[in-house]
């Protein structure tokens, strides 16, 4: 599944501490917002859990948007960067 995710984090250290979380994940396409790509439901709800535990739930913001195959090829952007693409991989 493809998961566009952003957030708004208040405090310095939480940030770096999600932006190390959600690499592991994906790939930054904006400062807070990134794209994740090849992740089955059992690594995405890890790495909801993971954040979770780190964020102050009165004060921080994270979303989660899933994208499928139909939406990733409608997505339009100006400016620098690529067009979102699901990998496609098969173990051998």
């Known amino acids: 599944m493809f998961y566009l995710v952003c957030f708004d984090i208040v405090e310095d250290r939480k940030r770096t501490r999600v932006v190390k979380i959600i690499k592991q994940y994906g ?8 794209e994740c790509s090849r992740m089955t439901e059992e690594q995405f709800l890890k790495m909801i859990r993971r954040l ?3 964020i102050d739930h009165t004060r921080d913001s ?12 409608k997505v339009e952007f100006s400016g620098i960067g690529e067009v979102p693409r699901e990998i496609l991989f098969a173990v051998i």
């Open 52 to 54: 979770e535990n780190i």
């Open 62 to 73: 994270v979303r989660y948007y899933p994208l499928c195959k139909g939406c990733l090829n």
């Open 27 to 34: 790939h930054r396409v904006q400062k807070s917002v990134f």
